[in-house]
């Protein structure tokens, strides 16, 4: 079994989480998606440096 794809459309990371995995997904300047896939395990994390730019709390 690959340790990263997607499985019925839902992604899945079993690799050990790392923190600049944890960064890149939940805090990320440069990607525009609020769900990400998840830095362990099956499904999304959300990106909060989207949401607060979409509150218009960061610029």
Request: charged residues 30%; positive net charge; hydrophobic residues 40%.
């Amino acid at each position: 079994m690959a340790k990263t794809g997607k499985f019925l459309g839902m992604p899945y990371d079993w690799r050990k989480p790392t923190v600049a995995r944890l960064k890149s997904r939940w805090w990320n300047a440069d990607d525009r998606r609020v769900f990400t896939p998840k830095t362990f395990g099956a499904g999304w994390d959300v990106n909060l440096y989207e949401v607060a730019r979409r509150l218009h709390l960061r610029r």
